[in-house]
Every structure is written in C-alpha cells, then in structure tokens.
C-alpha cells in the first residue's frame, strides 16, 4: 500500500507539471562563484556578489542583468556595498535588495540596499537591526519581506531569529524565533501566504534537514516533514504551489538531487536527476521567472570544506516543467470590427475560428463582421498539449450618437465633441454662421453679436446622428453699479445698474442670495466685507462687473432701538440683531389670533452675531414676533412665506 501511495504521489507532480525539461543556458560572462544571489524584477534576472576563490576569500561586487528572452547577459555597475559572500536577496514592488553578507575584509555586514531596475540606480536604506550576519535566507509575502537566521563569529555563532521588512516605511520588526537553536544557510521560500524555512547548517557546521513553516497571520512556526537527507548550501524554488529544493552538500559528499514538496499532503518526492553536464554542487542560486527555473553557479563536486574546495562554477540551467497551455482571449467592438487580444498561458500556436468560415493563426487578429451571432473559438498549443476556449459574441451596427459641449465668452466659442461611434467616417460642425469645420474640437469666432444654432453631425459605418445647441454670443458691455448701504438699517443695502439700455439682469449678493430686478435691494444677517456682482446686458451685448460693500454698525441707528430683526418678508430663518447688553433677552411669537407658537430665552445676548428664529414648522402667514431685552420691549410684524 505505501508503495502504492507513493506512486500515486510521484504521478500527480508531474501530471500538473507534464514532463521537465533541461536545458543549459548562457553561462555568467565573468569567473565562476558561489554563495552569490540572484532576484527577479518583472521579465528580468539579476546575479551577482559571491566568492569566487575559496582559499584567498577573494569576493567580488560584481553584478549583471539576465534577459531569458534572449539568453544575454548584461554587466551592470559593480554593487556598490562592496565585494560580498553570503549576502541575502529579495524582490519586492518592483524593486531588488541586498543586504548583509561578509566582505573582503572577512567582516560581516548589517546594510541594505535598494536598486531600481528602471533606472539601474542603488539607495542605501535603514541597516538591519538585527545585528552582522552572513548565510541568512528569505522569504517574501504580499508586500513584506522576511529574513530569516545566518551567522556570525567564523560560522561558530548561529542565529534563529526571524525579521520582518516593510518597503513603504523602511522597517524591520522582529517576529517568532525559528523553534530552534540555531541554522545558516538554509532554504527559505514561501507558497500560498505561508513562509517556509528548512535544511542548512547548525552550530561546529553540522548539518540538518529539519524544515518548518511561518503562519504571518498567527506569528507561528510549525514543523513539517523534514527533508530525505541532510544538507546545507541547498538552492530552492517554487513552481506553482510546489516547493523544489536540491543540490547543497552534507560536507561527506555533494549533491545533485532535487526534492519536490506539496504543501496539501506535507510529503517531499524526489524528481528525476539534472542532466549529466549538470555538476554536483554547494552555494548555488536560483531564480523563477515565466513558469520555468534557472539555477545558477556554486562550487561543484569534489567538494570538501577542509581539503577540496572544488571547481567554481558561472553556468546557467534552466529547469522548465513542461506546462499544458491555458487558451484565453479578449476582445473590443468597434462597429462590425473585433480586435482581439490573446491572454492565453504558455501558448506557442494559435488558431482562431470566427465562426463565419473564417480561420487566422495570428496570435492577435482584427476581423470584420456582419451584423449577426457568432461562436468564436480560440485554439492553442504548445510541446506540451492543447487548449482552447469559445464565445458568443453578438455582432450589432449600433448608429451613432452625436453630442458636444460648448463654453464661449464674448464672440469666441469653445466646442468639445462627446460623442459616440464606432469607425468615423465623417465630422461636420455648422456654426450657425454659414460656415463650418470637421476639426474634432474646435475654436470658432464669430464675426457678429447674435444668437446661432450650432449643429454637429457624425457619420460612421452604422449610420448618421446630429446634435443642436443655441448659443449666444454678445459684444461686451462695460457695467456701472451702485452697492450702498441703507440710510435706515445698516443691515439693509441698495443696489442700483446704472448702465444705460440693459434689459436684463442677475445679481449676486455675496450670501448666497441674489435678485434678478434692476435695482434691488437686500437685507444681510452679519456685518462684512461682500463682493457683490452683476451681469447684464440686453440681445447684443452682455457684461460683468463686481464690487466690494462693507456693512458695519451704524451706532446712531440703535439709540432708541437696541433691537432689530430681519428679514421681512421671511421663510425658513428669521435673526434678532442686539445692540446694547442685556443681562436677559426673552423672544416669543404668535399668531393672528394671539396663540404663542415660539418662545425663547436668551442670557447676556451674543452682539457680535445674530439669534436666530427657526420659522420652518410654522404655516405661511403673519405673525407678530415680541423682543423683550431688560426693559426694552418692541413687537414686529413679519410674513412668513
């Protein structure tokens, strides 16, 4: 039965990844290294740092960009930390880090930096506050980066902790220990939200193969199946929801073999062995970009960490599962054309069906329709298998909707086309002039004052819509005003055109309100400073002017009344203004026939602003409203509207 069981096992990881596939790619074009590191930004691959002479601690900063789509490497600026070995990097938001690691002075190292793929530039961020260290790992989850143990003091003090980075705010918190004692350089990786750290070496370098898994939602380790074999200097990937980890060392001997493991059934499989041209080796690095795995460099076979320190090693290896192709595909209407776009995954042969007898192998087709139903059907392949997809489109010639805005001032006038059609085939604007443009948004300027019917009419394959607006356009008016205060109430302004011809008129006041009359006039509720304005004009001119008017109080107004309330008529607001102080004011209202609707009472009234009256549950009509401020009594009769 166990035999069964892992046979069952060992079919379903390579039934959703079909059949691997290796092949060598173009070497590093520099000398061969290990303990380096490698990050992958978008479509882009970048390697570099690591030891390149064991014995010596010769390292190097050296730091080049890989393109898979052409298998070409790139020398970039040297890392600008400084030659590094075991230095620890991560990718995130778009960015690369690099941090840690021992320099070429054998001492170990707390700096990060950011580099900007963009524009190939280098940041030097916060340093780690976790302390020197070298041999670390790391994993990334959403927006955050965790790191993960390593090593100080020559590889005899191991670490455990566990540190948490923030790219927006440049931060690190510590998290849960591993539940160890200590580990450097081991693998870390994370799949599903989950972070998993495992293998490496403890203390006096003594190997292991212990794995566990971080919950970031519980702060929690877990352990789970240990690796089938020890080892430390391992490389490790994921491929969809599975876990490859290989090669690395046990100091008795050096590997080749690569481990599988599902996380849905916490069970490791070995896959089968790279090719032969693919050494044994220790400290090597790995990358994911477009479904497949490189596998970069390291020391190879022999190796022993006292008396063989191996060859180094600059090759490249990709590790390609074998994916069946996902068919997809979107689409854009325009009239009786569809251009499509393909979505598929890992497509490499495309066969369209438009369902109207018509075929492409174009991977992105434009194709015209006639009005009607059609099954459109898309067909991919590639080495691996077949997919394909299909959908209803329904083909319409909608006609069709012309509209536009306009803004004009004086005899100039601004148009905007908002229309809706699908392929134009012709724009006419008539401005009402006897003259017109096919401009898409055009300026027109009219020779004579007047009012004009601008017309737009569209034309596209579907048909013809047209759409009208009435402007006018006016010769400009220069205004004269008059804005004083009232002789009467210092509340209460007249307001005069004194232009002659106009036969039109808006006013605003400054408050809010305004009058559509020639001379109007308006009571306030506070004292100020407004800005009040006019336009006016007759049928062909038109003007616009503003002036300031000032309300303050006018103390010899409120000698023998140190009260006064507006506004007359009134609808929903009504304001008692105060004068002189008053230890106590009490205000009531009542009806035509002497029923008290509203009362207040009011101690040491505000001067500085009004009290207000709520009138909006009262019924239209007239109502006398009494003021009573210490012995000063006065009633007004006001209309409620």
């Known amino acids: 039965m166990k035999k069964l069981v892992f046979f069952l096992f060992f079919l379903a990881v390579f039934t959703s990844f079909g059949q691997t596939d290796w092949n060598q790619k173009s070497s590093l074009p520099a000398p061969g290294r290990y303990a380096h590191i490698s990050f992958v930004v978008g479509d882009e691959a970048f390697c570099g740092l690591g030891a390149i002479e064991a014995p010596q601690r010769i390292y190097t900063a050296g730091f080049f960009r890989y393109r898979p789509s052409t298998d070409t490497w790139d020398k970039l600026a040297d890392f600008p930390g400084g030659a590094r070995y075991g230095a620890t990097a991560f990718a995130i938001n778009g960015k690369g880090y690099i941090c840690l690691g021992v320099d070429n002075t054998h001492m170990w190292r707390n700096d990060v930096w950011r580099f900007d793929p963009a524009t190939l530039a280098w940041t030097r961020m916060a340093d780690f506050p976790g302390g020197n260290r070298y041999g670390s790992c790391s994993f990334v989850i959403g927006n955050k980066a965790y790191l993960a143990c390593g090593s100080v003091n020559d590889g005899y003090g191991y670490l455990r902790d566990l540190w948490c980075y923030t790219p927006e705010t440049d931060t690190w918190v510590r998290k849960a220990d591993l539940p160890v004692e200590h580990k450097s350089g081991a693998v870390g990786f994370s799949i599903n939200g989950k972070g998993y750290v495992g293998c490496g070496a403890a203390n006096t370098y003594e190997t292991t193969q212990d794995f566990y898994q971080y919950d970031p939602a519980t702060d929690h380790w877990t352990r789970i199946a240990d690796l089938p074999g020890k080892r430390s200097g391992a490389m490790g990937f994921v491929l969809g929801d599975m876990a490859f980890v290989g090669t690395g060392t046990s100091l008795s001997a050096t590997y080749i073999t690569i481990w599988a493991y599902s996380p849905s059934t916490n069970t490791w499989t070995q896959v089968p062995d790279p090719p032969a041209g693919f050494s044994k080796r220790v400290s090597a690095t790995a990358f994911v970009m477009n479904g497949g795995a490189w596998i970069m460099g390291g020391r190879s076979d022999p190796y022993d960490p006292y008396y063989n320190t191996g060859v180094m090693l600059n090759d490249l290896w990709n590790f390609g599962p074998c994916l069946n192709p996902i068919a997809g595909y979107t689409y854009r209407e325009d009239d009786l054309t569809v251009s499509f776009t393909d979505s598929s995954f890992q497509a490499a042969q495309y066969h369209w069906d438009f369902g109207d007898g018509s075929t492409t192998t174009d991977k992105n087709p434009v194709h015209q329709f006639s009005p009607g139903d059609f099954n459109v059907c898309l067909k991919v392949t590639n080495s691996c298998g077949t997919d394909s997809t299909c959908k209803t489109l329904h083909i319409a010639c909608l006609p069709p909707v012309a509209g536009f805005s306009s803004t004009y001032d004086t005899m100039v006038a601004v148009f905007t086309d908002t229309s809706t059609f699908g392929s134009l085939i012709a724009r006419l604007w008539d401005f009402g002039d006897s003259t017109s443009s096919s401009v898409k948004n055009p300026v027109h300027v009219y020779a004579e004052p007047g009012i004009y019917h601008v017309c737009l009419t569209i034309t ?53 309100d305004s009058s559509e009359v020639k001379n109007p006039s308006h009571v306030y509720k ?61 205000l009531f209202a009542e009806d035509q026939f002497g029923k008290k609707v509203f009362s207040r009472h009011i101690d040491s009234p505000d001067l500085d ?33």
């Open 460 to 512: 596209d394959s579907c048909g013809t819509s047209s759409a009208y607006e009435t402007i006018y356009m006016m010769i400009a008016l220069t205004l004269q005003i008059s804005a004083e205060p009232a002789a009467t109430n210092d509340l209460l302004a007249n307001f005069s055109d004194l232009t002659p011809g106009t036969a039109y008129w808006k006013w605003k006041f400054g408050d809010g």
């Open 526 to 586: 506070d004292y100020g400073i407004y800005t009040v304005c006019l336009v006016a004009g007759d049928d062909r001119h038109l003007g616009t002017t503003c002036e300031t008017l000032l309300l303050h109080v006018n103390p010899s107004l409120h000698q023998s009344n140190p009260v006064i309330l507006y506004p007359n008529p009134a609808r929903e607001k009504e304001y008692v203004r105060f004068y002189r102080d008053c230890q106590s004011a009490d």
């Open 609 to 641: 602003a009004p009290a207000e009256i709520d009138l909006s549950l009262l019924a239209a009509g007239v109502y006398f409203i009494h003021v009573n401020c210490d012995s000063n009594w006065k009633v007004w009769k006001i209309v409620v509207l």
